[in-house]
């Protein structure tokens, strides 16, 4: 069974910190996507990582992807309150010939000032 | 250019009743996909399809039916509603080896 683990699953930082999620999973694969989604609100796509070694980058949000070690990281540089969400990673298992992804059960994150 | 949308927004069932979720989409996506997410759950998929004429099961799928007779729309049928099935349940598209999901504004439903 495809699993994808994300922890922690709750974060509360304070502004201006620096810290790490990080997404595992138990299949092969060369795909992953990191979402965003506000309370009530939809899914805001993030990171497309499509390859071994991708790295993107946007704003104060970095995402990698370690294929072989079935990782990947979504790292946030000196916090904002506007990063306050939850952020979800998801897996395609089937290298984009099936069209579904598994999610991760999401990572609450809570910025203080 | 609408991108993915999901009608009704808010809806509630009675037990037993049955009811059809919309989604439809103007990107020619070739791709499309129900899930449903609940608290702690993260998303589940439901059903998906990659073309016209063609859906499959996902994770979660007894109580529910998908078809797909166009490329713009993928509605899901609830056949006869639980208390179960209260949830949230967000649609997304995608043109063909998944190149970037985009997903729908979610329908929530409350089964009494």
């Known amino acids: 069974e495809l699993k994808v683990e994300q922890n922690p699953l709750f974060l509360s930082m304070q502004e201006g910190k620096n810290y790490t999620i990080y997404c595992n999973y138990s299949t092969t694969s060369d795909r992953l996507y990191w979402y965003r989604q506000d309370p009530g609100k939809s899914l805001e796509s993030l990171f497309v990582l499509l390859s071994n070694g991708a790295v993107k980058q946007e704003g104060r949000l970095m995402a990698s992807l370690d294929t072989k070690a079935r990782l990947s990281t979504l790292h946030i540089t000196a916090a904002v309150h506007d990063l306050s969400a939850t952020y979800f990673c998801a897996v395609d298992p089937y290298g984009g010939s099936q069209g579904n992804l598994i999610f991760g059960k999401g990572t609450k994150l809570s910025v203080k000032p | 250019n609408a991108g993915v949308t999901q009608t009704p927004k808010f809806q509630v069932l009675k037990t037993g009743q049955s009811m059809t979720l919309q989604c439809a989409q103007d990107?020619?996506?070739?791709?499309m996909s129900w899930y449903r997410q609940d608290p702690g759950m993260g998303l589940r998929l439901i059903h998906y399809s990659v073309g016209a004429g063609i859906t499959d099961q996902g994770e979660v799928p007894n109580g529910y039916n998908v078809s797909r007779s166009t490329t713009e729309d993928f509605p899901l049928r609830l056949l006869s509603a639980a208390p179960s099935q209260t949830s949230v349940y967000f649609c997304?598209?995608?043109?063909?080896w998944g190149r970037g999901y985009t997903f729908g504004s979610g329908t929530r439903l409350t089964v009494v």
């Open positions: 990107m020619n996506h070739e791709y």
């Open positions: 997304a598209s995608s043109y063909s």
